[in-house]
């Protein structure tokens, strides 16, 4: 397993690939701002790309480890106590932070690798919830909710960084939840709460477009949920 402190990504050299340009850096410039050999830096890295998202794996893990807690817990509590995690992970520190989302927007091909966590962490909300839905349809569209609300506030908070972006964050998947309450959580469920399941009227469809972003998901996924309480 990789550890939170093993997958750190060092600020001095997310600096330096700002500073001197991403495809004019060089593993051995980072290696010397980082303060380690070039040897270590690939080991522990594996390459520029890989440094930038080192925390992945650890992310992944996280988010697995938690849900996994579902048999003890609500499992809509679990959900949202891993998303928080998630973010609190990549807030815990504003500089590092913002350099990284920087970089995300001056870097075509980081711009692609982020797409590609982006997946990962969908897909480890849909496998750690392996059996919960009978629906993988709806197992697919729950997951991909739950990541676009947490993206949308995490962006947020790298525009202006603020503890009420982390509550608002899970006052949203809370609310997200509570449309699933006779699956997520059936002991607890309100009595006569629309069901999440059957008829085509009590159905909530999230379509990802690859030219939408989190907050255009977000706002599709609260018109559904407002239009069938209206």
């Given at each position: 397993m990789t550890s939170a402190s093993d997958s750190a990504l060092p600020v001095s050299a997310l600096r330096l690939l700002l500073d001197q340009g991403f495809g004019a850096t060089s593993v051995e410039d980072l290696a010397a701002a980082a303060g380690v050999s070039r040897s270590t830096f690939f080991r522990r890295f594996g390459s520029k790309e890989g440094m930038v998202f080192a925390d992945m794996e650890h992310v992944i893990t996280s988010v697995t480890e938690r849900l996994g807690e579902r048999a003890q817990q609500p499992v809509g509590d679990v959900v949202v106590a891993a998303s928080l995690?998630?973010?609190?992970?990549?807030?815990?520190?504003?500089?590092?932070?913002?350099?990284?989302?920087?970089?995300?927007?001056?870097?075509?091909?980081?711009?692609?690798?982020?797409l590609v966590s982006t997946h990962r962490f969908e897909s480890a909300f849909r496998q750690g919830l392996a059996g919960v839905f009978a629906d993988p349809a709806?197992?697919?569209?729950?997951?991909?909710?739950?990541?676009?609300v947490h993206n949308f506030h995490l962006r947020r908070w790298l525009a202006e960084p603020s503890a009420a972006h982390r509550q608002q964050l899970a006052a949203d998947l809370r609310a997200l939840g509570a449309r699933y309450a006779e699956v997520l959580d059936p002991d607890h469920a309100v009595p006569g709460a629309p069901e999440p399941r059957g008829a085509a009227a009590s159905a909530v469809v999230v379509t990802v477009l690859d030219s939408a972003d989190e907050g255009q998901v977000l706002q599709a996924v609260r018109s559904a949920l407002r239009s069938r309480t209206s």
């Open positions: 995690g998630v973010f609190d992970h990549l807030t815990a520190d504003a500089e590092r932070a913002e350099l990284r989302h920087r970089l995300l927007v001056a870097v075509p091909a980081l711009r692609d690798r982020e709806e197992a697919v569209a729950y997951s991909a909710a739950v990541v676009a």
